[in-house]
């Protein structure tokens, strides 16, 4: 019977560390169209930013359209997070670079995460969905 506990112990003690190693920026990600409030998006995109802030992440919002896909990455520069590296990729005209401040980062977030699906309808029909993600900046 010992055996049996000590096998029950070590599995949860397994999916523990399991869930403890999930980093905490790892769910912060959201598709358009969506049925979030505008008060949740304001919460969405503050965690969103006190994550690229605190670890080593940045933030990536793709979108699709007649033109083509677009990408943005929004990546901290300092360590107290008003600044940050904005990279802007279109199909057509490659990669732009510029700094931008955190209010900056949070009001266009805070606009396109806002953005109605009949908005998103009425643009593109058939579109893939825009997606917005916090991930590992080495991934970019």
């Known amino acids: 019977m010992s055996s049996e506990h000590e096998r029950q112990q070590s599995r ?3 999916e523990q560390i399991g869930q403890s190693s999930k980093e905490p920026w790892a769910d912060l990600e959201l598709t358009l169209p969506h049925n979030r409030s505008p008060t949740s998006i304001v ?3 503050e965690c969103a930013l006190i994550e ?3 670890e080593e992440v940045g933030a ?3 979108s699709t359209s007649v033109a083509g896909v677009k990408r943005t990455h929004f990546i901290a520069v300092d360590d ?3 600044k940050f590296q904005k990279r802007y990729f279109d199909e057509r005209l490659g990669w732009h670079e510029t700094t931008v401040s955190r209010e900056a980062v949070r ?3 805070v606009n ?3 953005q109605s699906s009949s908005d998103r309808t009425n643009e593109m029909p058939n579109a893939d969905s825009d997606t917005f993600r916090v991930k590992p900046v080495h991934q970019f």
């Open 12 to 14: 949860l003690r397994g």
């Open 112 to 114: 396109r995460l806002s």
């Open 107 to 109: 009001d266009e977030l």
């Open 60 to 62: 990536e919002f793709v």
């Open 43 to 45: 919460s969405f995109v």
């Open 52 to 54: 690229l802030t605190h």
């Open 80 to 82: 107290v997070g008003e």
